[in-house]
């Protein structure tokens, strides 16, 4: 199996609905997310996928996101902008715009700071 990943970055900031603690209040980050895909045949380039076709992916999907408060996004109305969640949403849209490439496996790592992330991935 061959696993490539890339990685971008956003700067947004969110509170945390119903939770007792400081990130009830507004503050921010400087998130740092990855997508790696799993391939396990490379097409006639040698290739599982061109990073380029990735990077590209991955940046439209989290350009909304930059300099925002994730609370005013409509997917964030109903649910906390976690990174729990924010990982999942990331993954849900990747896995629609990378249906035409033959992945095995396809995760999305989100980090909220340099040590503390959540990754998604379905079984």
């Given at each position: 199996?061959?696993?490539?990943?890339?990685?971008?970055?956003?700067?947004?900031?969110?509170?945390?609905?119903?939770?007792?603690?400081?990130?009830?209040?507004?503050?921010?980050?400087?998130?740092?997310?990855?997508?790696?895909?799993?391939?396990?045949?490379?097409?006639?380039?040698?290739?599982?996928?061109?990073?380029?076709?990735?990077?590209?992916?991955?940046?439209e999907i989290i350009?909304?996101?930059?300099?925002?408060?994730?609370?005013?996004?409509?997917?964030?109305?109903?649910?906390?902008?976690?990174?729990?969640?924010?990982?999942?949403?990331?993954?849900?849209?990747?896995?629609?715009?990378?249906?035409?490439?033959?992945?095995?496996?396809?995760?999305?790592?989100?980090?909220?700071?340099?040590?503390?992330?959540?990754?998604?991935?379905?079984?």
């Open positions: 199996m061959y696993y490539l990943r890339v990685r971008d970055y956003f700067s947004a900031a969110h509170y945390l609905r119903g939770y007792k603690g400081k990130c009830e209040a507004l503050h921010g980050h400087n998130w740092a997310v990855e997508m790696e895909a799993g391939f396990d045949r490379l097409d006639s380039a040698g290739m599982g996928m061109d990073y380029k076709d990735m990077k590209r992916i991955l940046k350009e909304p996101f930059d300099h925002t408060e994730l609370n005013r996004l409509p997917i964030f109305f109903s649910q906390n902008p976690t990174t729990e969640n924010i990982a999942r949403f990331i993954y849900e849209e990747a896995k629609k715009r990378l249906s035409e490439y033959d992945l095995k496996r396809l995760s999305i790592t989100v980090w909220e700071s340099e040590d503390s992330c959540c990754r998604y991935e379905e079984d």
